[in-house]
Each structure stands twice: as structure tokens, then as C-alpha cells.
């Protein structure tokens, strides 16, 4: 079981990004299984968890700081779990990472998200 996350880069508040995280070594029923959210980890802070998204799609849940900016989606024919940031501010730089939640837990390894004028 692997999760990659892409779609990290260095935008200017205001921006948006797409990070989008990609499972494989799930079969399509045992992707289902899974419980998905992103966290976030900034410089010299703890890891926090930014959105979760249930099974199907349902039970979805923002942090306060980053409701109404981002968008937490899933495709379980395609296995993967997307996060759609917008208005990006200063703060939201960090490392963000995709975590699978069911029998056991995997998570990604990061993707850099650099918001600065």
C-alpha cells in the first residue's frame, strides 16, 4: 500500500493549488475501506489535520481555519483523494500529507506547500 501526494508548489496568497493523493495496492473494495484526510505539518508546529472525508464520500470535515477555502473530494474508481485550496494565505505553508484510515493507517510522504508574496 502506497500513498503519493503531488500538486505542492510556491504561490502567492491569494493563489490556489490542487494537491491531489494517489493509493495503489488497494484493491476497489478495500479503498472503500478507508477513512481519507489531509494533514499539514508547518516548521517547528504539530502535524494537524486539515479535512476528512468518509468512505463514500460523506461525513466531511474542515479545520476552522482553512473552512470555505478548501475542498476535501474522492474518487474511489480511481482511488484517489483530492484537496482543492483556495485563497490561500501565508499560514497554509506547510508540508501536507494524505492519510488512509481503516484496518491499519498508511500516509504519504508530503508535498510542500509554500504560500509567500
Known amino acids: 500500500v502506497q500513498l503519493v501526494e503531488s500538486g505542492g508548489d510556491s504561490v502567492q496568497p491569494g493563489g490556489s493549488l490542487r494537491l491531489s493523493c494517489a493509493a495503489s495496492g488497494f484493491t476497489f473494495s478495500s479503498f472503500n475501506a478507508y477513512v481519507m484526510s489531509w494533514y499539514r505539518q508547518a516548521p517547528g508546529k504539530e502535524r494537524e489535520r486539515v479535512a476528512i472525508i468518509g468512505r463514500s464520500g460523506e461525513n466531511i470535515k474542515y479545520a476552522d481555519s482553512v473552512k470555505g477555502r478548501f475542498t476535501i473530494s474522492r474518487d474511489n474508481v480511481k482511488k484517489v483523494v483530492d484537496l482543492q485550496m483556495k485563497s490561500l494565505k501565508p499560514e497554509d505553508t506547510a508540508v501536507y500529507y494524505c492519510?488512509?484510515?481503516?484496518?491499519?493507517?498508511?500516509w504519504g510522504q508530503g508535498t510542500q506547500v509554500t504560500v509567500s508574496p
Open positions: 492519510r488512509a484510515q481503516g484496518d491499519s493507517t498508511y
